[in-house]
């Protein structure tokens, strides 16, 4: 089967992230740059399906500058067969995302469609469903566990949700975007390195897709969180109990 | 007027305090508010969304609601949107609320805010992303808004006061699922749910194992009548179960009083419990970043300083 599967460039989770003093984005000098770590797990996923079921095509997309290519080409070292990348001058909220998602699946008819719960700049939680309300396809949001039919035309996923897991199963084409625990990504090898380079990586310029780069939510300004005051040390448990008791008279 | 429509949400036939946090944003946002209730045989839960302090409840009450499904919820809360002419739609940002408000949104062309701490009377919205790094102000550029609201935004209106008339109305005859609930399976616990408790207790990979969860952190938790939590780290390790995950990608809590135990602090995990008014935390090295947040902070091995604050605590409730 075939699997679309799109990846975000994001700033390293384990980066500091400063905002800018003009309050129209964030510091971006000597941040590094990551595929997004659920974009990871569901290529990791997505990859999983193919090796299991021994043919299939694993297609990447990232919508944004050409800078994506890095990313792209470290998918295509995980083991994804070729890369789309729809390129804009800035980046687009996720309804337009969603839309460009749909122009590319009336082009590519994948059977199924990856994404990541949740880009963890923005951290949105909307491309996915936003995408599958769009192609009126069935989703299994926060998925933890993907098991294909054995006909290879369903699919049943356990997903995290509030107060345990739940399981829901629909007939594909469908949308599935991951949680943490689906599985743990591989490592580009150097074998799967030298591979990328000779894969193919499209470009298609936004205008190309006749999708608007307008944002529906419109960004007014972006600050810094309020600072917390902490530090304060108390040296036994005995102290920590009776401030707890006297000073902040909550136990 | 402007209308504003808010999701109920409910389990085991009660709402969800989620979803008063909602009603209390809604307020705040100002409008005529309405609020929709999905299920079958939900009739107690469209009475105490009555209480709310909305002018209606509506009530769409079918066996195709049964099981909560995101394709088929949505229809039904758009259809509702589209005959009270709301021009905005809220829910609580909880699992089912980021699973479903999205296609809420693509069916009414409206343009969605997810996940949000504050909805301002000139429209402005406030929504935290890179982890909780950033805060970013944003204005819903559509005729018609869909938001999800943070849990722990507002407090909660609580329900009880006059009932509003509930109107029961007939899903659309063609509205349908692609999907099939096939089964939940529930964590059961006796404890507090972690996103409403007064006190949280939240356990990290300095706990090691899970026994050590259920023998050394466990007796705190009950003697202080707390929920328990914890770090990713813990959850990925299987420790405990994934729901009490607290952070960036998990639960956002801020009760009264939050206890970390042997969490690090990182900021995925503080982007879901730095809005809690008290925080403690017991980790062993002094350098931890968690120190930096908390009020009260003790350098202790954990192991020797949970039981410990365990009996200091029921020493304390006895007397
Ligand atoms: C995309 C993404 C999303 C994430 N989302 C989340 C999220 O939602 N929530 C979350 O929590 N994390 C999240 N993380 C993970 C996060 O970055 C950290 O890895 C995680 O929070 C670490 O958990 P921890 O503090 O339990 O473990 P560690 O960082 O390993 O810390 C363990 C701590 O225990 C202390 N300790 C050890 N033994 C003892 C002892 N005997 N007594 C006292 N103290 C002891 C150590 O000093 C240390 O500080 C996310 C990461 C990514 C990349
Ligand atoms: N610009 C983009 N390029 C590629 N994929 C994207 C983009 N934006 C969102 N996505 C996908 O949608 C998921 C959820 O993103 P979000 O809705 O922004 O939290 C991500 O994990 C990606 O799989």
Not at chain 1, 7 to 15: A, E, L, S, W
Not at chain 1, 60 to 69: A, D, H, P, R
Not at chain 1, 192 to 211: F, H, N, Q, S, Y
Not at chain 2, 204 to 220: A, I, M, Q
């Amino acid at each position: 089967m075939k699997i679309l599967v799109p990846i975000k460039r994001v700033p390293d989770p384990q980066t500091n992230i400063a905002v800018r003093p003009d309050g129209t984005g964030i510091v971006t000098d000597n941040v590094k740059f990551v595929i997004n770590p659920f974009c990871e797990i569901a290529l990791e996923e997505s990859l999983r399906i193919k090796e299991a079921q021994g043919e299939g095509e694993v297609v990447l997309v990232s919508i944004g500058g050409k800078e994506c290519q890095e990313q792209l080409r470290t998918g295509l070292a995980m083991g994804a067969d070729r890369a789309i990348l729809v390129v804009t001058d800035g980046p687009l909220d996720p309804a337009r995302a969603a839309e460009v998602l749909a122009k590319l699946v009336a082009q590519e008819s994948p059977n199924l469609v990856f994404l990541g719960k949740q880009a963890i700049d923005d951290d949105a939680n909307q491309t996915g469903q936003l995408l599958a309300a769009m192609l009126d396809w069935p989703q299994a949001t926060f998925a933890s566990k993907v098991v294909i039919g054995d006909d290879k035309k369903s699919v049943t996923v356990t997903r995290e949700v509030d107060g345990g897991l739940e399981t829901v199963a629909f007939d594909l084409p469908g949308i599935i975007t991951s949680d943490l625990r689906l599985n743990e990504p591989r490592y580009a090898s150097l074998p799967g390195i030298m591979k990328a380079r000779k894969k193919e990586l499209k470009e298609v310029p936004l205008a190309e897709t006749g999708v608007s780069a307008e944002p529906k939510v419109k960004q007014v300004k972006i600050e810094p969180p309020p600072k917390r005051q902490g530090g304060r040390k108390v040296e036994t448990v005995q102290e920590l109990v009776n401030l707890l008791h006297t000073e902040a008279k909550l136990i | 007027m402007s209308k504003t429509l808010i999701y109920i949400e409910h389990a085991h036939g009660k709402m969800q305090k989620a979803s008063a946090v909602a009603v209390a944003a809604a307020k705040a946002a100002g409008g005529d508010l309405t609020a929709v209730v999905l299920g079958k045989g939900v009739d107690t839960v469209a009475a105490e969304a009555a209480t709310l302090g909305v002018a209606k409840v509506v009530l769409v009450d079918d066996p195709r609601l049964e099981h909560y499904l995101a394709d088929i919820a949505a229809q039904a809360v758009a259809q509702v949107a589209k005959a009270e002419g709301a021009t905005t739609i809220i829910a609580a940002a909880t699992a089912i609320g980021k699973d479903f408000f999205p296609r809420v949104a693509q069916l009414l062309e409206a343009g969605m805010a997810s996940d949000v701490t504050s909805i301002g009377t000139d429209g402005t919205i406030e929504r935290p992303t890179y982890a909780g790094n950033v805060v970013s102000r944003v204005q819903i550029a559509t005729p018609i808004r869909v938001i999800t609201v943070r849990g722990t935004a507002y407090p909660p209106v609580a329900p009880g006061g006059a009932a509003a008339p509930v109107e029961k109305v007939a899903l659309a005859a063609d509205a349908k699922s692609k999907m099939r609930f096939v089964e939940f399976a529930e964590t059961k616990s006796d404890r507090p749910q972690l996103t409403d408790a007064k006190i949280v207790v939240s356990g990290g990979r300095g706990l090691k194992s899970g026994e050590n969860f259920t023998v050394v952190l466990e007796p705190l938790v009950d003697a202080l009548g707390a929920a328990m939590g914890a770090s990713r780290a813990a959850v990925d390790a299987g420790f405990v179960p994934n729901d009490l995950q607290v952070g960036q990608t998990g639960k956002v809590v801020a009760p009264q009083l939050y206890i970390a135990v042997g969490i690090s602090g990182a900021i995925q995990h503080l982007a879901g419990m730095k809005d809690s008014k008290v925080i403690v935390a017991i980790n062993k090295d002094g350098d931890a970043p968690i120190f930096n947040i908390s009020d009260y902070g003790l350098v202790a091995d954990l192991f020797k300083a949970v039981p410990e604050m365990t009996e200091e605590v029921k020493k304390l409730k006895a007397s």
